[in-house]
């Protein structure tokens, strides 16, 4: 070679990026250029000259055994006049350390004969690291792969236009589709079209922020039902930032659903009892009537406001924890209770109760006992009302009730002594003149006959006067029960008696439909015939009488009313009227000894209605009485019955 | 009138105190066609006495009717009723309670102790004579009285 | 007279001639006062009546009994000795309306208490009459026993 190929040569050499060396038969270096050096870590190509390179450079393997020249394929290359290559062994630098090399080597010739070889290599440690790193990454890639597509967790990845990418087995499994389905498969399909509406938030939001969302929604299946689903959705972009692909991780939430919606019942439930133990706990403290708990043995646990108050202490401290014979006036009471509630699991009674101050007053209690939920007694509930007053009352109504009942029944013996007694010399009186009148009427003068009159009128109003005093004392007395009662029998019964009176008089006597009631038929008949009377007695000259009866009825009464076309009452008379022996008319002209409405108004009163009327004198007048509807419920039946009743 | 009226005369007890109502009965009776004989004892011994015949009684004639009152002293008209009806001799003349009681008491206690009926007298005259014919029209025209 | 109450008198005829009915039935028709005639046909329908018992349960008790003596089952006198010694039913008035004229059955009836003896006039207008005159007499004039 001349010199200037040679030069020409060296600056090739020198310029390649790749390191280049001759070696000899023997494996010494003949040449190296710059980038060998460089690789190496030599300075000068005379460090290297004549040495064998492979003892130098190629003397380990990486991991420290010996490498053999003759295991060299580079030496090889030489001794079998082939090119060889190879990228996984490594080089020594001068210092000491290595590098993964790739070289050729290729035998040189002259002649025919083989005078040693060139090699050519490369520091490969990049290349090394960019193929281990791509080998890791790959690696990891199948694995996660297979993660992915092994998971339990659907998977699935599409396309902006719904067209599916990547998804694993249980996504399929999710969806009901197949592998094969789901590769040619609109993804847009498994989401029902409310949902669509409802998740464009989520993307919309997705797409803004980048950031994943999370949601609930529904699949529909293959089969078309419905499955609930949590979503976590990602975005992927493309390199220009758009919008490529979603892929998310769905979770099947039936289940969680039913859980959910089991824990919200239970919780419901919770909240329910809780609510109802506060509302019972409120109502125990709250309540009016006095209440407390005790336990089995006796001892006071809980007590209410109302109990604290009506037993005379302060505080509920000083109750409880105390025995209940404390609050009994007979302590021994209480254990006879006991028993009886641990038998029957009630006691409901009156007992005499103690008030801190030592006072006593009754108290009804409804005592019973308080189970829990296998049955077993666990304590006992007393609720107390404290019925002094009530009993107080009882006892003066009974009482009151005695004194009116004697009171009626002194009324009535006096009313039938007095009569009595009084009817035997007005008989005398009576008998006589009329005796007299008989014998003697044609033997006297007319003056005679005159005084005779006078003398027997007086003495039939007498009489009259007396029946009536004994009908009135005997209103309560000789009272009957109240029963059905038809009013226009009544009314018939009434005026039948009346039928002398009517035919005199030329009445008539006219009803309205008329109801049945509850009442005293019989005093009904006496006030109706009462009041029918005093129409036809007081009746107009000019005009014969007319009657006529009616009724009203309103919620709780029945208004009668008895209606004339006589003579009329003035206002101003109309209280006296309802009184015994009122007086208004002169007698001779309307006979009627004017007890007949104060006995109507004692009956009416019993019955508890109210008796009254309208008049216009010249016109007629109008009398109303009712009766309540309801007279079962009232007291005024009979006397025996409402003191049986107490 | 039946044709087996009592045509005879009869005799009638009255037991009354009362010396006004005793003349009333009698001028009531008085009034009617039946010849009758008006015997009067004034109290309730009194009228056992005659009616046993004791005393100055031993030579009347038994009643065809009694008229009792009830409330009679030294002997009531209850008792005197009573004693009449358990008497062999006696129970079977009619009594006519003829009493100024309403009382019901009275009346039905009359009617238990075999009273042969109970009449109130009336407080009116007129009435008082009706009553009193009515009385001697149905025993003495009606009813077959027991033989003397 | 003032009867506020309407209740009409029940009266029992104890009789076996149904001729002597239809009289009695005719005669109280003309009766003011309002009555419910109740028949029996002998003697011991007539106690059974009384005893409101069998059939006669829901009869009423009667204010006045007209009783024939001579009648088939139980006698006339045999039923006014039960009813006279009953002390539930001592107090109704019993009227003796019989054809039978004798003093025994005159003395026997008074003796076993029987409150009247009528004999029946063989004369139907008279025998009207006479039932008119009961019925005056028992049912204006006299007071008969509450039940």
Request: aromatic letters at 8%.
């Amino acid at each position: 070679m001349t010199q200037e190929n040679e030069e020409k040569l060296r600056l090739i050499l020198d310029s390649t990026a790749e390191g280049i060396y001759g070696i000899d038969m023997e494996g010494n270096c003949t040449y190296c250029n710059r980038s060998f050096l460089f690789m190496l870590g030599y300075g000068n190509p005379e460090d290297l000259i004549g040495k064998n390179v492979h003892e130098l450079i190629h003397h380990d393997h990486l991991d420290g055994t010996i490498y053999p020249l003759e295991a060299c394929p580079i030496f090889k290359a030489i001794t079998n006049r082939e090119c060889v290559h190879s990228d996984d062994e490594v080089f020594w630098r001068a210092d000491g350390t290595n590098f993964p090399v790739e070289y050729w080597a290729y035998p040189q010739e002259k002649g025919g004969f083989v005078t040693g070889a060139v090699v050519t290599f490369f520091d490969i440690t990049e290349r090394k690291r960019m193929e281990e790193d791509y080998r890791k990454s790959e690696e990891r890639s199948i694995l996660l792969a297979d993660l992915l597509e092994k998971s339990s967790q659907p998977f699935g990845l599409r396309f902006l236009d719904g067209r599916m990418g990547i998804f694993n087995d249980a996504f399929c499994k999710l969806t009901g589709y197949s592998k094969e389905e789901l590769s040619d498969f609109d993804a847009l399909q498994l989401t029902p079209p409310e949902w669509l509406e409802r998740e464009k938030v989520f993307f919309d939001e997705l797409k803004e922020t980048g950031q994943p969302v999370h949601y609930e929604k529904e699949y529909i299946r293959k089969d078309g039902s419905h499955v609930p689903i949590e979503v976590l959705v990602h975005l992927l972009r493309d390199d220009a930032g758009q919008p490529k692909q979603y892929y998310g991780f769905f979770t099947d939430i039936t289940e969680k659903k039913k859980m959910d919606f089991k824990l919200q019942e239970s919780l419901e439930r919770f909240r329910l009892s809780e609510e109802k133990l506060l509302i019972t706990d409120f109502a125990f403290k709250s309540s009016i009537t006095p209440q407390a708990i005790v336990s089995l043995d006796g001892i006071i646990t809980q007590v209410n406001e109302s109990f604290v108050k009506t037993w005379g202490y302060d505080s509920e401290d000083e109750l409880i924890g105390k025995p209940i014979s404390e609050i009994h006036a007979n302590p021994n009471e209480f254990d006879a209770i006991i028993s009886t509630i641990k038998m029957n699991g009630l006691w409901i009674g009156e007992y005499e109760a103690r008030k801190k101050d030592g006072s006593s007053f009754i108290v009804l209690a409804q005592k019973s006992s308080v189970l829990d939920q296998d049955g077993k007694q666990i304590a006992i509930y007393t609720s107390d009302t404290d019925i002094t007053a009530r009993k107080n009352a009882e006892t003066e109504l009974k009482s009151t009730l005695v004194n009116l009942s004697r009171s009626n029944r002194d009324l009535e013996q006096f009313a039938y002594v007095a009569s009595h007694d009084l009817q035997e010399p007005l008989r005398m009186v009576s008998s006589y003149v009329k005796l007299l009148e008989r014998r003697y009427k044609d033997k006297l003068d007319a003056d005679a006959d005159d005084f005779i009159n006078f003398a027997v009128d007086g003495s039939v109003r007498m009489q009259n006067l007396i029946n009536d005093l004994l009908l009135f004392s005997r209103v309560h007395t000789r009272g009957k029960e109240f029963d059905i009662s038809n009013f226009e029998e009544i009314f018939d019964a009434a005026t039948k008696n009346l039928g002398r009176q009517v035919e005199d008089t030329n009445a008539t006597i006219t009803h309205d439909p008329l109801p049945t009631i509850m009442a005293d038929r019989v005093q009904m008949v006496q006030v109706l015939q009462n009041l029918i009377s005093n129409g036809l007695k007081f009746h107009r000259e000019e005009e014969a009488p007319r009657i006529h009866v009616s009724a009203k009825e309103t919620d709780d009464e029945w208004i009668i009313s008895v209606q004339d076309n006589g003579i009329g009452i003035e206002a101003q008379y109309y209280d006296r009227l309802f009184i015994i022996f009122p007086r208004l008319n002169e007698k001779d002209k309307y006979p009627g000894t004017g007890i007949g409405l104060a006995i109507c108004k004692r009956i009416i009163e019993r019955h508890g209605g109210r008796i009254w009327l309208e008049s216009e004198p010249g016109i007629g007048s109008t009398f109303f009485f009712t009766i309540p509807r309801n007279l079962e419920n009232t007291p005024g039946t009979s006397e025996e019955n409402l003191l049986e009743q107490l | 009138m039946t044709d087996d009226s009592t045509m005879r005369p009869v005799d009638i007890l009255l037991v009354e105190d009362n010396p006004a109502d005793i003349r009333l009965t009698r001028e009531a009776l008085k009034e009617n066609k039946i010849v009758n004989t008006l015997a009067v004892a004034l109290d309730g011994v009194e009228a056992m006495k005659y009616l046993h015949k004791q005393g100055k009684y031993s030579k009347v004639t038994k009643p065809d009717l009694i008229l009792l009152d009830l409330n009679l002293p030294k002997k009531d008209g209850r008792e005197v009723l009573a004693e009449l009806k358990q008497d062999n001799n006696l129970k079977r003349i009619p009594v006519v309670i003829l009493t100024s009681s309403q009382a019901e008491e009275d009346i039905l206690k009359s009617y238990n102790l075999h009273a042969n009926c109970y009449i109130t007298k009336p407080v009116d005259f007129d009435q008082f004579l009706k009553v009193v014919n009515a009385i001697e029209d149905f025993w003495f025209t009606i009813v077959k009285l027991p033989p003397p | 007279m003032n009867n506020y109450e309407q209740r009409p008198i029940e009266i029992l005829l104890v009789e076996d001639n149904p001729g002597d009915v239809k009289l009695t039935r005719e005669a109280l028709k003309e009766n003011k006062m309002a009555n419910n005639l109740h028949v029996v046909g002998d003697g011991e329908q007539a106690m059974d009546f009384l005893h409101q018992s069998g059939v006669y349960v829901n009869k009423p008790r009667p204010d006045v009994i007209l009783l024939d003596l001579n009648l088939p089952k139980k006698d006339g006198r045999e039923v006014l000795a039960e009813i006279k010694e009953d002390d539930d039913l001592k107090q109704i008035p019993v009227v003796i309306l019989t054809m039978s004229q004798s003093e025994e059955d005159i003395l026997t009836s008074y003796d076993l208490h029987a409150n009247c003896y009528i004999t029946k006039p063989l004369d139907m207008n008279q025998f009207i009459h006479v039932v008119k005159t009961i019925n005056n007499f028992w049912f204006s004039i006299v007071k008969l026993p509450s039940k």
